[in-house]
């Protein structure tokens, strides 16, 4: 029955963490347009953080437990922090991006083919393999300290800030700007929409908040219960639960025929994951490795390299390919859970 209670939880936690996204994007892309803000600027910011939040706050809670009992104390409630588990957001970050490249491209690959635009080969792609490549090795003493915590959020504002300057001198926005008319034309309904926004942002963050709380706790329960180290559910649970805005979006974006969603999606959270969660966590404090295995960092850098010829090669992903992908997904996890770090 008290595995059962621990199940219950952990779902409650992924539901919030979902839907927290969702409405902190909703909410803060729609005030952003009403100040008159691009809709590309809201997208290369506003949204791509947005759909990262559910890693950040898993993170900081893992890693910074006593962040999320300081305000309970502030309203006269006390919620003693747990221990430290820098493990469960390392692992956070390191599954949730192989999880994005190998199952959310892999599935969405199975669904419709995709094509790829040559931007993403041209810029993302090598920033990602350059932010990978800089992620592990800041990680060959298996530490991140405040210092590279630093260097990896200035990395992410040096990627907006480059990428919305390269961004305006590109006519082609059209796409974007239609996925955003309904948006538009709610944001012209006045005050009474903006209350609405900003009920949404509320609650968005609110949701996140108390979402990243159960998912750890109890994962952290469940963990103890099987007898499995806590960067197992990091890497699997956690790490897929947290990628549910992403793999939804690509879901829907692939029977759309909406190839630029869904590769820009999945490579720009891979993106904000590693700068800008994993750069805001060490730098709130500072992160020490025990569990994470250098199988996994390698795993993670090797799929942002192998990607980078799949998507070159007739400029698209094939059903072959998203196989392929879908396959490393499933054999990762199952690989990490039998060997029971």
């Avoid at 100040?35 to 997208?43: A, K, N």
């Avoid at 305000?71 to 999880?99: K, Y």
């Avoid at 903006?194 to 979402?211: C, K, M, W």
């Avoid at 099987?226 to 690509?250: H, K, N, R, W, Y």
Wanted: aromatic share 6%; glycine share 8%.
């Amino acid at each position: 029955m008290e595995l059962t209670i621990h199940f219950i939880w952990l779902v409650a936690g992924l539901t919030l963490l979902y839907f927290g996204a969702e409405w902190l994007v909703k909410g803060a892309s729609e005030i952003a347009l009403r100040l008159g803000i691009s809709p590309l600027v809201v997208g290369l910011t506003v949204v791509a953080f947005g759909t990262s939040m559910p890693e950040l706050l898993v993170c900081i809670k893992a890693n910074s437990p006593e962040l999320i009992a300081a305000p309970a104390g502030w309203l006269g409630i006390d919620v003693p922090p747990d221990a430290p588990s820098p493990d469960m957001a390392f692992g956070n970050i390191v599954g949730s991006n192989i999880f994005n490249i190998a199952l959310i491209l892999g599935v969405a690959a199975l669904i419709r083919p995709i094509v790829i635009h040559s931007q993403l080969i041209r810029r993302e792609l090598p920033i990602l393999i350059v932010a990978s490549l800089a992620f592990v090795g800041m990680m060959a003493d298996m530490t991140l300290s405040r210092w590279e915590g630093g260097l990896l959020a200035l990395g992410v504002v040096v990627y907006v800030i480059m990428s919305v300057r390269l961004a305006k001198s590109e006519k082609d926005t059209l796409q974007f700007e239609e996925s955003t008319e309904v948006v538009l034309k709610q944001a012209e309904q006045g005050g009474g929409r903006l209350v609405i926004d900003l009920l949404l942002i509320l609650v968005g963050i609110i949701a996140l908040v108390f979402g990243a709380d159960w998912l750890v706790d109890h994962g952290e329960s469940v963990a103890r219960v099987f007898g499995v180290p806590e960067v197992i559910i990091s890497l699997t649970l956690f790490a897929l639960g947290t990628s549910l805005p992403e793999l939804a979006t690509s879901v829907v974006a692939s029977i759309k025929r909406q190839g630029d969603i869904i590769t820009g999606n999945a490579i720009g959270s891979c993106i904000f994951n590693l700068l800008a969660v994993m750069g805001v966590t060490a730098s709130v404090k500072p992160l020490m490795a025990e569990k994470i295995a250098w199988m996994d960092l390698w795993v993670m850098l090797g799929l942002a390299v192998l990607i980078m010829p799949f998507m070159w090669s007739r400029m698209s992903l094939s059903r072959i390919e998203g196989a392929l992908l879908t396959t490393v997904a499933v054999g990762y996890s199952v690989l990490v859970v039998m060997i029971q770090r």
